[in-house]
């Protein structure tokens, strides 16, 4: 079979790493970025690039007609800190860029869609501590409100007309090469960028806030890992629990010190993310994505730290 595989939401924090992963994997020609801007990254020249905007139903519709792609990687979101400054654009964008794709993917009989979760999905009154795969979902961000119901609209999709739609929960995601978008989650990486120049940072989270979080070289490796996984494996066609490591600011400074003794943390009060963050789990039981496809983690704290700080000061 040739394949031929979309990635939209190319220039992302997720996306210009997973473009180029698959690149090594399928050729470079095989996989077409799409987004709404044009690359600034090692993407640009390295393969074909499409201006997609996911609400934009023609322009998908062309796109889809053009390349007749095998797999979909739907990676465009509004997430969930900049969602909450404009709730109507994140609803529209991460829901009916869904429902877009989906439908196209049905048409088009595209094998295989990617649509990431977030542990966003859960809420205030999910367990904090070893968050199951089933349990309460009461998400309170326009961000977690389109995750849980587009988790819903994946499995129907998978049930009704047998779309292989395959999806994982992911935790904050720690990366060097692109920038983070807006989320809760991204002050674990603007610590590292601060550390370097300025040898303090002030967190918008309070010391003790305890997140589930991923080194984006685990995340992608796990994603792929799934989307190769046949598909009578996938168990679960909502979206997969997935887990790396969980840390607060306070673990995350004490790790820096480790390279940088001087390293000072402050902490600001009363930023909107901070309700955010509490109402989301501590840690994830990810034990089904380790059962059906053999999930394992390789970067714990102290190799992100080391590996993040080494690549940001080259
Ligand atoms: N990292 C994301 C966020 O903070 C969670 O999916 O919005």
Same mark, same amino acid.
């Given at each position: 079979m040739k394949e031929s595989i979309l990635v939209i939401g190319s220039n992302g924090q997720i996306g210009t790493e997973l473009v180029t992963e698959l690149r090594k994997i399928?050729?470079?020609?095989v996989v077409i970025a799409c987004d709404i801007r044009r690359p600034d990254y090692d993407i640009k020249n390295a393969g074909p690039f499409e201006f997609v905007n996911v609400l934009e139903k023609e322009i998908l519709n062309n796109t889809f007609k053009k390349y007749k792609p095998t797999q979909v990687y739907l990676l465009a979101a509004l997430l969930s800190a900049t969602g909450e400054q404009n709730p109507k654009l994140a609803w529209d964008l991460n829901m009916n860029g869904l429902l877009n794709i989906l439908d196209l993917a049905i048409e088009y009989q595209t094998y295989k869609v990617y649509w990431p979760s977030s542990?966003?999905?859960?809420?205030?009154?999910?367990?904090?501590?070893?968050?199951?795969?089933y349990c309460i979902m009461d998400p309170n961000t326009v961000y977690g409100i389109s995750k849980l119901a587009g988790e819903r609209w994946c499995e129907y999709y998978f049930q009704k007309y047998g779309l292989d739609v395959r999806s994982i929960r992911y935790p904050g995601l720690i990366s060097w090469k692109a920038a983070p978008g807006g989320?809760?989650?991204?002050y674990a990486i603007h610590i590292f960028h601060d550390a370097l120049k300025k040898g303090s940072y002030t967190s918008?989270?309070?010391?003790?806030?305890k997140l589930p979080m991923m080194y984006m070289d685990d995340a992608i490796r796990g994603t792929i890992e799934l989307m190769d %996984?046949?598909? #009578?494996?996938?168990?679960?066609?909502?979206?997969y629990n997935f887990a790396g490591t969980s840390f607060t600011p306070e673990d995350l400074a004490t790790e820096i010190r480790k390279h940088i003794p001087g390293f000072e943390l402050k902490y600001q009060e009363n930023d909107p993310r901070q309700a955010i963050a509490s109402s989301w789990?501590? %840690?994830?039981? #990810?034990k089904q994505a380790r059962q059906d496809w053999n999930w394992k983690p390789e970067f714990n704290l102290t190799k992100i730290t080391e590996d993040m700080l080494g690549n940001l000061k080259r």
């Open positions: 399928y050729g470079e020609d542990i966003a999905a859960f809420g205030v009154n999910s367990p904090k501590l070893n968050t199951p795969q989320g809760t989650t991204d918008f989270l309070s010391a003790e806030t %996984s046949p598909a #009578d494996r996938i168990s679960i066609r909502s979206s789990p501590q %840690s994830i039981d #990810d």
